[in-house]
């Protein structure tokens, strides 16, 4: 069988913002391995590769086998990132946020509305709870939370009610749901209308939003001093988190009333909006469309746990 196809989004941007030369990276979505695979030719001394998808990190420990001990793979979640990590110095984390094309592309792993298959969405096949078995606990006002969190918008009870009322196990069956539930005036040709209700149950089932939150302080305290932290984004949810936790440690940890000037940055945005992808990428891979690769250097040596809850509290209270 021919090998899975990932096309890796931003490779070129990834290499140049971390400088991969003699570096220690740890690689927290490793997927198949196409940018540590860049990083590693680019000369990094190690690739810490973790990934919670054991058939990813099979597939990309093979692909870069030729790499010998310079390539670590390793299965866990970003809450494992502390354990991993231990004591060692760590000069850049990258993460490529969300599914990859293996997970996306087969239809059995039932991430797609596009292809026929169980209703299931684990980034992890281990992992106790599928979006079928999710749907099954949950109650209309739940679901209609859920699907809010997960900015469907205004159609979120309408979705949850029919969801519940048909009560769906395979994508087909879900996304047909969906469709008859979208009013004729809502419906769009620029995006399926089960677009987001996906989006939304992949988020809860893989608790998307909840890992990246302890991902973004545990990355940035594993790093040295002058460290960098790479991570793509490809929807707001996940690109609005991101872009919040760099602007509280680009404030020192200070609150955002602060007054400009009486704090000091423990990490430095470059550059400050992050960038996309050029039009050639976005052609040749339609996946990369939505990518936003958000850079930033560590430094100082802070304890940015405290204000990140805070700001999470915070952010979670004004959705
Ligand atoms: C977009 S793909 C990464 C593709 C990779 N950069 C490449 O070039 O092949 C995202 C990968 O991250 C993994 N992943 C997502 N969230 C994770 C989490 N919280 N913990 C561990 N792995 C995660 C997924 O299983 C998936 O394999």
Redesign the pocket.
């Known amino acids: 069988m021919a090998e899975p196809i ?1 096309l ?2 931003m ?1 070129a941007e990834v290499v140049r913002a971390v400088e991969p030369q003699g570096r220690r990276v740890l ?11 860049a990083l590693l030719d680019a000369g990094a001394a190690l690739v810490i590769g ?4 054991p058939e ?1 990190l099979h597939l ?1 420990a093979r692909r870069l086998e030729a790499f010998g001990d310079r390539f670590e793979p390793v299965r ?4 494992d990132l502390a354990r991993v990590v231990g004591a060692r110095r760590i000069d850049a984390v990258i993460a ?5 094309s ?2 996306l592309d087969h239809a059995q792993r039932g991430f797609s509305f596009r292809l026929a298959g169980p209703l299931d969405m684990r ?2 096949p281990e992992a106790p709870t599928s979006a079928a078995s999710l749907l099954a606990s949950l109650d209309e006002d739940g679901l209609t939370e859920l699907l809010r969190r997960g900015e469907v918008g205004p159609l979120a009870r309408r979705y949850a009610r029919a969801i519940l009322a048909a009560m769906p196990t395979t994508t087909e069956q879900l996304a047909e749901v969906v469709v008859e539930a979208t009013p004729p005036s809502r419906r769009t040709t620029r995006r399926h209308p089960a677009t987001l209700v996906f989006q939304a149950l992949r988020l809860a089932v ?3 939003l909840g ?2 939150t302890a ?1 973004l302080p545990a990355a940035f305290e594993a790093l040295e001093v002058g460290g960098v932290l790479a991570v ?1 984004t490809y929807h707001s949810l996940e690109d609005r988190l991101v872009k919040r936790f760099f602007e509280v440690a680009e404030r020192g940890g200070a609150p955002r009333t602060t007054p400009a000037g009486s704090w000091t940055s423990v990490l430095e945005r470059r550059p400050r909006r992050g960038v996309v992808p050029s039009d050639d990428e976005v052609a040749r891979n339609p996946r990369a469309r939505s990518a936003r690769l958000r850079v930033a250097r560590k430094l100082a040596v802070a304890d940015l746990a405290p204000a990140w809850e805070r700001e999470v509290h915070e952010w979670l209270a004004l959705r």
């Open positions: 990932h890796p989004v490779v690689d927290v979505t490793v997927g198949l391995g196409g940018h540590a695979a973790l990934d919670r998808d990813a990309a866990g979640t970003f809450r490529d946020l969300g599914v990859s293996l997970q980034m992890d893989n608790d998307e890992q990246l991902l793509l």
